[in-house]
């Protein structure tokens, strides 16, 4: 979702940091815990994560300087992974092992290493050979990432990096990864979830993946987006593609497909966009293809996921909720029956350890964009405009009007909506904060209000992303809507260029 951002410069080390060490070797599937002793034990992974889990639970009772303090005395100052894999000897440093990065769950920095060397196959399959914008949260989800386009000037030998071209014309080189080191390294600059483009190094202007981004409004119950995923399923099959479903691991669901790298992107974009009227038109009640927040209803296909620069969380990534959700890779029968919180960053590994990757076979299947392309054309002959793009791209020939409803000046079809701001923060929680005190401020308005009608914009800042609340007050009596307000709290996102 991230777009071309300007970036925060990497802060150097500091001294007498505590680090690990993680060792990618082909000798066996363990843990060795060096104590400062250097004496040694050696555990399997799926052991450390079981007890793990236990003694987090117990945890929980203790304070955050009890557990600190026994971190420290168990960790000592280095831990040492191995993972059986073709990689002999490759070192990872782990910098500060015992940050903590979920709070709620006690979980560290070294927790989420762990998690991945343990899906690793999985999750390295997701992303291999693309490059990857890096969201970095240094100091676990409670603070603010940033994001990082361009990999660190220092980086290890092994990191290899593809130079990526954005809308603007700008170039930076991304880091690629394509195996349990390199996934590692970058979980170690604070790397929770990971973010890479649909495209493979060796051909930066064709991608191989057509992403359908299923994303819920407000209110929608879980069984409403299996449905119009089950819908998306029918369209791609009569299409002669093969989705493959995924827990986006927030609200909605991911469907990714692969195809030939024989289109550019905007050609994917189109047909991206194609297929999610066609879903409209075969499910109107439940799904909408309109870009405008303020005229959707229940579940939105985000075509323009696939535009040029556009990231999505991949396959097993860990995103930065309070339950350490996962984007879980699963078969369609098991997605129909799932409940998207029963997979989380404790609960994932064993479940991959058990049945294997859902997606083992993903790449044995590329398909044409020929008949939705095709389905474009008949589209655009029965008079649809393509659909409005982001903000910084280029406006293109045949686009709608890049204007919300609510701020046309003319709108000689339908009638200007009456959308007011009420909070401009740069955290999101501030934001939240804001909409709460307008609602105790209005509590004659708010029993109008569908969850729908709030209106949550993650906005795009210089480094990082801020937050922008609205309300659509549409189902409000004329005479009941109340005047805007200056927003509560009022963050200008110029501040961060001055």
Not at 132 to 154: H, S
Not at 209 to 227: C, F, T
Not at 428 to 433: E, G, I, S, T, Y
Request: with cysteine; net charge negative.
């Amino acid at each position: 979702m991230a777009a071309e951002q300007h970036e925060r410069v990497d802060e150097p080390e500091r001294a007498g940091e505590e680090r690990a060490f993680i060792v990618v070797d082909a000798l066996d599937l363990g843990i060795r815990q060096v104590a400062p002793d250097e004496s040694a034990v050696e555990e399997t992974l799926l052991d450390v994560h079981d007890r793990a889990h236990h003694a987090r639970v117990l945890r929980r009772q203790e304070t955050d300087d009890e557990h600190q303090e026994k971190a420290r005395v168990g960790l000592g100052r280095s831990v040492v992974l191995r993972e059986a894999s073709v990689l002999a000897g490759r070192e990872v440093t782990i910098t500060n092992p015992t940050k903590i990065f979920f709070p709620e769950l006690r979980l560290t920095k070294l927790d989420l290493v762990r998690y991945y060397v343990a899906v690793a196959d999985g999750a390295v399959r997701g992303v291999r050979g693309r490059p990857m914008l890096l969201k970095r949260f240094p100091n676990g989800i409670d603070e603010e990432a940033f994001y990082q386009k361009r990999a660190p000037a220092k980086r290890p030998s092994f990191i290899e990096v593809a130079t990526f071209t954005f809308p603007s014309g700008r170039h930076a080189d991304e880091i690629v990864v394509r195996d349990v080191a390199q996934l590692a390294w970058i979980i170690n600059l604070g790397c929770i979830d990971l973010n890479a483009h649909p495209v493979r190094a060796e051909d930066m202007d064709h991608p191989d993946e057509l992403r359908v981004d299923l994303d819920p409004v407000p209110g929608v119950p879980w069984q409403q987006i299996v449905d119009v995923a089950k819908v998306a399923r029918e369209v791609l099959a009569d299409m002669q593609l093969e989705g493959w479903p995924k827990t986006s691991g927030s609200r909605g669901v991911h469907i990714w497909v692969r195809i030939e790298p024989r289109w550019p992107f905007d050609e994917v974009r189109r047909a991206a966009l194609a297929l999610a009227r066609e879903v409209e038109r075969r499910a109107p009640k439940i799904a909408t293809a309109k870009w405008w927040k303020e005229e959707r209803h229940g579940v939105f296909l985000d075509y323009n996921q696939n535009a040029r620069d556009r990231t999505t969380s991949n396959a097993y990534s860990v995103r930065p909720t309070r339950d350490a959700r996962v984007s879980m890779p699963l078969s369609w029968e098991d997605l129909y029956a799932s409940n998207p919180a029963d997979y989380t960053m404790l609960t994932v590994p064993k479940i991959f350890a058990e049945r294997g990757d859902a997606h083992a076979k993903i790449d044995e299947h590329h398909g044409s964009l020929e008949r939705l392309l095709e389905l474009a054309d008949r589209q655009e002959t029965e008079g649809r405009a393509d659909a409005p793009w982001p903000p910084h791209y280029e406006k293109k020939a045949g686009e709608d009007a890049r204007v919300a409803p609510s701020r046309a000046a003319r709108a000689p079809v339908r009638p200007k909506l009456p959308v007011i701001v009420i909070a401009k923060a740069r955290a999101k929680a501030d934001a939240l904060a804001g909409l709460e005190r307008w609602k105790a401020r209005h509590a004659d308005v708010v029993r109008y209000l569908a969850p729908e009608d709030v209106l949550t914009d993650t906005m795009r800042g210089r480094s990082s992303a801020w937050t922008r609340i609205r309300v659509n007050l549409k189902n409000v009596p004329e005479d009941a809507r109340p005047a805007e307000e200056a927003p509560d709290p009022d963050y200008d996102p110029a501040s961060e260029w001055q």
